[in-house]
């Protein structure tokens, strides 16, 4: 590459940075529409890793009505050989798909290797009709 060919490109990309920041946008930046609708979101959401680490069997779920709340029993499995402490907490949603107050904290439990175990819970609030358990290593 010659000189001239040098000065040539070091302008051409000046030119360019130069255009590139005076088509600054001034308008505020939308968000990107969840490709998953509501209806079809999981009802067990994993977190911090643990999808490679805990599996989960068909869940257990009783309806709510006038007299008990929705309750929901989840069966937790762990895929490897090592013991792991984690945090769960349910969350209860109404027909609108709206989390119900009063929420759940997080709890926590141990699970042994290779056994397994369930976490269950019972909404606190009539209105809930669905749920959703997240689960992530204990903190």
């Known amino acids: 590459m010659n000189m001239r060919t040098s000065l040539l490109s070091i302008a051409v990309l000046a030119v360019a940075m130069t255009a590139v920041g005076c088509n600054a946008r001034t308008e505020p930046w939308g968000s990107t529409p969840d490709p998953v609708p509501q209806g079809q979101q999981p009802h067990v959401v ?3 890793n643990v999808q ?3 599996s989960h069997g068909e869940p257990i779920v009783t309806p709510g009505d006038d007299q008990t709340p929705l309750r929901v ?4 499995r ?4 090592r013991q792991y402490s984690i945090q769960y907490r349910f969350v209860f949603l109404d027909a609108r798909g709206r989390a119900v107050r009063p929420e759940a904290g997080w709890q926590y ?4 290797p290779r056994a397994q175990m369930e976490v269950e819970a019972a909404a606190l609030n009539p ?3 669905d749920w959703r ?5 204990a903190r």
């Not at 762990?78 to 050989?81: A, K, R, S, V, Y």
């Not at 358990?133 to 290593?137: H, V, W």
């Open 46 to 48: 994993l977190h911090d």
């Open 52 to 54: 490679n680490r805990v």
């Open 73 to 76: 029993t989840v069966p937790l």
């Open 78 to 81: 762990l895929l490897d050989n």
């Open 109 to 112: 439990k141990v699970l042994p």
């Open 127 to 129: 209105e809930a009709v």
């Open 133 to 137: 358990l997240e689960l992530r290593l």
